[in-house]
């Protein structure tokens, strides 16, 4: 079957430890993108990423790393230096980032708390 | 960025009713996507618009990209107990940025 997979699904890290979730995608898509949720909110873009070794900033960089070493990988690192880092975490691809092919297609979600 | 804004942000209504929720944005968007949210989940696509005026059904809903391309609605017919849960709209314009609403939280009453 066809998809994006995160893991964990739960993740729990105490204040100054940096974090790693995983989003890995099987649907052959160029482009790859991180989101954060917050209650009451609408989702905002965290990094995205076009093609494999390239990645741009989004809305709220600020905290976060990524890499893509590989078309079906785009981890996110939540660093120390992410002020609220307590949030429900989505990735999301698509064919493209062109908006012609942006049809987006989210994985199930990681839920991050920090203690 | 500037998010869309998105109403209602909430809705209480009786199992077998049908729904109406908009999003409406300042900026001109060339693709307008409606999501559904489970919660805990990620959110599903429901239905993707390409052009000003159309109208798409997928079932019982019904989505429309407005004339302006600065709004989109969607519409739910004979609502069910399953329908429950957020849905998002979110448009995209030329330099391929997508924006998001708030959603709308959806409870449907047996």
């Known amino acids: 079957d066809g998809g994006i997979t995160q893991s964990p699904k739960y993740l729990f890290r105490k204040e100054g430890q940096n974090v790693t979730l995983s989003c890995e995608q099987n649907?052959?898509?160029?482009?790859m993108y991180w989101y954060r949720q917050d209650p009451g909110q609408g989702l905002r873009l965290i990094y995205y990423?076009?093609?494999?070794?390239?990645?741009q900033k989004g809305d709220i960089a600020e905290g976060y790393s990524v890499s893509r070493e590989k078309k079906e990988s785009f981890p996110l690192t939540v660093t120390s230096a992410q002020k609220n880092p307590t949030a429900f975490y989505l990735c999301?691809?698509?064919?493209?980032?062109?908006?012609?092919?942006?049809?987006?297609?989210f994985g199930p979600g990681t839920r991050l708390t920090v203690l | 960025g500037q998010q869309l804004n998105q109403s209602p942000q909430s809705m209480f209504i009786q199992e077998g009713e049908d729904v109406s929720m908009n999003c409406t944005s300042s900026?001109?968007?060339?693709?307008w996507l409606w999501y559904k949210q489970d919660p805990g989940e990620g959110p599903v696509l429901l239905i993707a618009l390409y052009k000003a005026g159309e109208l798409t059904s997928n079932g019982r809903l019904t989505a429309q990209f407005g004339i302006t391309r600065k709004d989109s609605f969607l519409n739910i017919s004979a609502s069910i107990p399953s329908d429950v849960g957020i849905y998002f709209c979110a448009g995209h314009s030329n330099n391929n940025d997508m924006r998001f609403g708030a959603g709308t939280r959806l409870t449907v009453k047996p």
């Open positions: 999301a691809s698509s064919t493209s980032s062109h908006w012609e092919l942006n049809e987006q297609f």
């Open positions: 649907l052959n898509h160029d482009a």
């Open positions: 990423s076009q093609i494999v070794n390239d990645f």
């Open positions: 900026s001109i968007f060339n693709t």
